[in-house]
């Protein structure tokens, strides 16, 4: 039976790829939003968690969005 496991050079490859992204968007408040978002919370759960409005979250991921779309891939 095959592994559901990732192969490591992937997973690695994969972990590389999410921190260069992380780290451009420069601002601590974006890298939390952002995480939040991939670990699979709702904007209205992250918005609860960070005392935002749900608006207010919508926007930071649009601005995340864009700034990953003009990040160039490593």
Do not use: F, N, T
């Not at 939040?36 to 930071?60: D, F, W």
Request: proline share 8%; with cysteine.
């Amino acid at each position: 039976m095959p592994s559901r496991e990732p192969d490591p050079a992937a997973a690695a490859e994969m972990a590389e790829q999410c921190g260069h992204l992380l780290r451009a968007l420069h601002d601590p408040e974006l890298e939390a939003v952002a995480l939040a978002r991939v670990e699979g919370y709702s904007v209205e759960e992250i918005a609860g968690q960070r005392g935002y409005a749900a608006r207010s979250i919508k926007r930071k991921l649009q601005r995340i969005r864009g700034l990953w779309e003009k990040e160039p891939r490593p």
